[in-house]
């Protein structure tokens, strides 16, 4: 293999405090609609966020990203107001970075398993991406100091697709100039990761230790519970 793909969510890193990200996302904007809007409530702006939100929801089901301006205007037009592009840029730019203030948890043995991989071959990140762009998961990356070990990242709000669509992957493959019969992605989704890397071509290796519920039956060519196994994996491939 000269290339292997990392999953952010769930395969390298875990969620939390997403309750508490909604909540200063929900004040944030609050502050800034109510200055065009002095009427508004709080509850006419979460009522608001929660229609929004459905058509966010949607990209889950198209597989192709809805931008966190377009989520926002969606709430501003639900509202009948307008905001000053000041304001609006403020609040996108809030909703995208709070992940920030509230980071993920690195999964156990990531930053060792990234590593490791780096030193044996070229490493890239595959993610869709959420309420959190690719800007925003890099700056995770580089708090744990693990930014400098990739070299190429498919971040779904930059790439417009989100897996299984080939793009996702060929994004990658492209850049670095690399077949996908010498590359492998590691993931945690059997319909996403594992089914997307293999209809291009790739190896797939499926994670299921961040998920206490996940079986073994998959179509990857290997299965692991910890990031641990992943070198003796990779050898074997």
């Given at each position: 293999?000269?290339?292997?793909?990392?999953?952010?969510?769930?395969?390298?890193?875990?969620?939390?405090?997403?309750?508490?990200?909604?909540?200063?996302?929900?004040?944030?904007?609050?502050?800034?609609?109510?200055?065009?809007?002095?009427?508004?409530?709080?509850?006419?702006?979460?009522?608001?966020?929660?229609?929004?939100?459905?058509?966010?929801?949607?990209?889950?089901?198209?597989?192709?990203?809805?931008?966190?301006?377009?989520?926002?205007?969606?709430?501003?037009?639900?509202?009948?107001?307008?905001?000053?592009?000041?304001?609006?840029?403020?609040?996108?730019?809030?909703?995208?970075?709070?992940?920030?203030?509230?980071?993920?948890?690195?999964?156990?043995?990531?930053?060792?398993?990234?590593?490791?991989?780096?030193?044996?071959?070229?490493?890239?990140?595959?993610?869709?991406?959420?309420?959190?762009?690719?800007?925003?998961?890099?700056?995770?990356?580089?708090?744990?100091?693990?930014?400098?070990?990739?070299?190429?990242?498919?971040?779904?709000?930059?790439?417009?697709?989100?897996?299984?669509?080939?793009?996702?992957?060929?994004?990658?493959?492209?850049?670095?100039?690399?077949?996908?019969?010498?590359?492998?992605?590691?993931?945690?989704?059997?319909?996403?990761?594992?089914?997307?890397?293999?209809?291009?071509?790739?190896k797939a290796i499926k994670y299921i230790g961040s998920n206490p519920?996940?079986?073994?039956?998959?179509?990857?060519?290997?299965?692991?519970?910890?990031?641990?196994?992943?070198?003796?994996?990779?050898?074997?491939?």
């Open positions: 293999m000269k290339l292997i793909t990392f999953d952010f969510w769930n395969t390298l890193f875990l969620d939390r405090d997403e309750g508490v990200r909604h909540k200063r996302r929900i004040v944030f904007a609050y502050d800034r609609i109510q200055r065009q809007r002095p009427t508004v409530s709080m509850q006419d702006v979460e009522e608001a966020f929660a229609r929004a939100h459905e058509l966010f929801s949607t990209q889950w089901d198209v597989r192709q990203a809805v931008s966190m301006r377009k989520h926002f205007t969606a709430m501003t037009e639900s509202l009948g107001v307008q905001l000053p592009e000041e304001d609006t840029a403020a609040v996108v730019d809030f909703f995208e970075t709070i992940l920030l203030e509230y980071p993920p948890v690195l999964i156990d043995s990531a930053a060792e398993a990234v590593r490791e991989s780096a030193s044996r071959m070229t490493v890239g990140l595959i993610s869709d991406t959420g309420y959190s762009p690719g800007r925003t998961l890099v700056r995770v990356l580089e708090s744990h100091d693990l930014r400098s070990h990739f070299q190429a990242f498919s971040f779904s709000n930059e790439t417009g697709v989100l897996k299984p669509n080939p793009e996702a992957f060929l994004t990658i493959l492209r850049g670095l100039d690399v077949k996908p019969g010498d590359a492998v992605h590691i993931g945690d989704l059997e319909d996403t990761d594992i089914a997307g890397a293999k209809a291009i071509g790739m519920t996940a079986v073994r039956e998959s179509s990857a060519d290997a299965v692991i519970e910890n990031l641990r196994e992943l070198p003796a994996t990779l050898a074997s491939l």
